[in-house]
């Protein structure tokens, strides 16, 4: 058996660096850089939508797009101290009021048009199509984070992943809103709500497996 001494040296001989990890905020303005590469290749791709003017000469629209880019940018301030060890999970609340109001001028959307249209913007298919596409969207931007904050996976996963998804959802659906035609119908503002929570749960239910699959050492 080996004596403390001896067990003290060959730890200390298999003993590696570890490089420390960059300033939160530094991290999150790497993540906005890769958020407005990967948002910004999908808006070219598809090209802005004809009406992007008139759309956002509407005050509720651009309110509405404000807080969205909002809660992305606080969750990712969020996401990145949370994941620190030592750090309050009281940063989590960070991104609630802006959600707030995301949800807030979603519901005027919502009620506003019923009012309007009643069951006649119930437009199921157009809907599917945005959901898809905040879903998909939520891919790539989904997978640079985690590359980002790997090494939150013993340390705090569930919170980390929850975050993340929302600022990418949130990011996703700010992007949606530059080349998709949403016309506004009751349906398209309910797939967004929708598209945000499925991205936010799946996130949170598989934040384990995630860590254990990205299993690599922190940038």
Not at 161 to 166: K, N, R, Y
């Amino acid at each position: 058996m080996a004596t403390t001494d001896e067990l003290i040296a060959k730890l200390g001989a298999d003993a590696h660096a570890i490089q420390p990890l960059r300033p939160p905020m530094i991290r999150v303005g790497l993540w906005l850089l890769a958020a407005f590469a990967i948002v910004s290749g999908l808006v070219l791709s598809h090209g802005l939508r004809p009406d992007l003017i008139d759309e956002f000469s509407r005050p509720a629209v651009v309110i509405e797009w404000l807080a969205s880019l909002s809660t992305g940018l606080l969750a990712a301030v969020a996401t990145f101290h949370v994941s620190i060890p030592g750090r309050s999970v009281r940063w989590a609340l960070l991104p609630v009021p802006a959600v707030m109001l995301w949800l807030a001028t979603l519901g005027v959307g919502c009620l506003n048009d019923w009012l309007r249209y009643g069951a006649d913007g119930l437009e199921v298919g157009l809907s599917v199509g945005c959901f898809e596409t905040i879903v998909f969207t939520s891919v790539p931007l989904g997978l640079t984070l985690l590359l980002m904050v790997r090494h939150a996976g013993p340390v705090c996963p569930g919170p980390t992943i929850l975050l993340g998804a929302l600022s990418v959802a949130a990011f996703s659906a700010a992007g949606l809103s530059l080349f998709h035609h949403l016309n506004s119908s009751l349906m398209v503002l309910i797939s967004h709500g929708i598209g945000v929570a499925f991205v936010m749960l799946t996130g949170w239910a598989s934040s384990g497996a995630l860590f254990r699959w990205i299993g690599l050492k922190p940038l």
